[in-house]
């Protein structure tokens, strides 16, 4: 068992993960003061594969809960199934003593989240991440939100939960193609931020592909830590911190939409996005061309695409401009200038965009 | 013109009042750096009455602005209207230096709050509040929220406005009901806080009810620096400090429910609020009869009702075990002292909060 830290003053909180933490639930939450009914936010795959060690948990400990199941698909993070949520929670919310387990992927962590944040002005919640993407990514940092009809995470706020629990076992039924996408994000960590990670993904493809307990157990506190690290001193976004974990996203995201967010899933199209940042970073001469095959041989043997494929190659230059983290009309890429190492430049030229994304076609 | 500063760290801004300040407001923002597109809330009336004002200053400054209309209505602050206008600020929001201006009353103030507190998980906002209620009270303190079907402000954030500009000229419009029920809120600070603005009051009330201009710059700056200190040193209500606002509330909001919102609006129902918490006081041997006697006196002066009349006792008594500020089965009441003093009492009998309500019928 794994335990990291969130340094945010009052908003501090611990990640704890390994594999079975699910049982110790009950007993983490009682040494938390945070109330007595649990809102459980999830969908009925998980309340019937989880739901009895779940309950269990919570009923030594003297906690009462209920589940809210919601469908398992991006339309779930909406405005409107918030307001079904709140209309729900307040029927639940007799006692006053109410908090929010998000138990799911990423979609359920950033819609419990949401609501959590806005029910009663901010209700304390915790997240149960399910997929290997939200235990190393989506349910640490505070980050929720729902899409609007104009794009996804219009809607949101910075709100922190008051644990995140990572059960190992939970990744030993997610489908392949949601591990390999999720490793997209390990990827990234490594090449931002810790070249001891690179190697070790290295050495270990083909286990952490076959799904080794130790592996899974390795990489998620190795990212939740160095994820843990970058929000801790920059919660909101606003010191420019956060943006290194953008890595690879500006053109990833386009990506993505020019796929319509059904050709590409968001790891898979982050992989791609990788490529090409690491494409530019060369034609500028920040990064080696021995780092650039390490990471191109890295992103292949973890199963994910190295080519653009099936995605119409101007929608993705047109769908690069709308990133919303451009001000004005400046564009902004995080750029490796090694394994480990990220810089952040402004203004890239258009035609260098053009050719790195051109190679992967 | 008064100016007076909410101290929290990050999060500060100041409150400017006085005759005319809204000619001002582009100069201010100008020097806020808060963005380059106003989006404002506001009401067809407010437009009408005091939009080319508004449109000028800005203009003046090199800002863009539109208008958003919503209904003068407590039915406006919902998550519909939220997701209404979050859908048209996205086709408004090209060039990402968006700000939103809330130019209205409570209503207008906390459904446009609450909007900017999760567009893009937080824009920059502003109060330009035009009733008495919202310049004393609402606009200062960053509590926003809109209502759901199970109750009143059920979903809501704490999002500090960058600044409240609070023009006196707005209230000269102001119905006389508006005028008196927020006195009910100005007699509320002069009793928890003030003993010298209580006395102000005594002196002036006639020409404050003959909306005095320099009588209403005197009690918005006094109140709003009241609230500026009470929330500087406890933003989210974590500390106890913001609980004796509430004053009046936990009995006034039990009237208020009690006649479907309708009999009495809010400030009536805090005036009754407030009579029978000090009926509570005086029966505990807390307050003087005569301190009570200047209190009832006051509160009759400022033309607010001393009796409850059209709702029924028994509804008033079920309604109030619903306050949302109970936690578990614990009532709890802010009690004056005396002028100027108050203290927080959990528990009190049921029969003296019957005997005070009885008094009162």
Redesign the interface.
């Given at each position: 068992m794994k335990n990291i830290k969130v340094s945010l003053k009052d908003n501090s909180y611990k990640i704890i993960s390994g594999s079975g933490v699910l049982r110790k639930l009950g007993a983490r939450l009682k040494k938390l003061k945070i109330g007595s009914d649990a809102y459980i936010i999830t969908n009925s795959y998980l309340k019937s594969k989880f739901g009895r060690i779940l309950e269990k948990s919570l009923q030594d400990f003297g906690f009462t809960f209920c589940f809210k199941l919601v469908p398992d698909t991006e339309k779930s993070k909406s405005?409107?199934q918030?307001?079904k949520i709140?209309?729900d929670i307040?029927?639940y919310d007799q006692?006053?003593?109410i908090f929010i387990v998000a138990f799911g992927g990423g979609v359920i962590g950033d819609l419990a989240g949401?609501t959590a944040?806005?029910?009663?002005?901010?209700t304390p919640y915790i997240q149960v991440p399910t997929t290997l993407l939200a235990q190393v990514d989506s349910s640490i940092g505070g980050?929720?939100?729902v899409d609007?009809?104009?794009?996804k995470n219009?809607?949101?706020?910075?709100y922190q939960p008051r644990l995140v629990l990572s059960d190992i076992d939970f990744l030993k039924s997610l489908p392949r193609r949601q591990l390999v996408s999720a490793l997209a994000e390990v990827i990234k960590y490594a090449v931002i931020k810790d070249p001891g990670l690179f190697i070790y993904l290295e050495k270990n493809m083909g286990k952490i592909i076959a799904k080794d307990s130790g592996c899974l157990e390795f990489i998620v506190a190795r990212c939740a830590a160095i994820k843990a690290d970058i929000v801790s001193r920059d919660e909101?976004e606003e010191l420019g911190l956060r943006t290194i974990l953008n890595f690879g996203h500006t053109l990833g995201h386009a990506i993505e939409a020019a796929g319509s967010f059904k050709t590409y899933n968001h790891g898979e199209a982050i992989g791609l996005g990788m490529l090409c940042s690491c494409g530019i970073s060369r034609k500028l001469g920040l990064l080696s061309p021995d780092d650039l095959k390490r990471i191109e041989v890295l992103i292949r043997r973890a199963g994910l695409p190295k080519r653009v494929k099936r995605v119409d190659f101007k929608k993705i230059i047109n769908a690069h401009y709308h990133d919303?983290k451009?001000?004005?009309a400046k564009n902004k890429f995080v750029l490796a200038s090694g394994i480990g190492r990220v810089m952040i430049k402004e203004n890239i030229p258009l035609e260098l965009i053009i050719e790195a994304l051109r190679e992967r076609f």
């Open positions: 405005l409107s918030t307001a709140l209309s307040t029927a006692k006053k003593k949401f944040s806005i029910y009663r002005r901010g980050k929720t939100a609007l009809e104009q794009g219009l809607a949101g706020t910075f909101k919303k451009f001000i004005g």
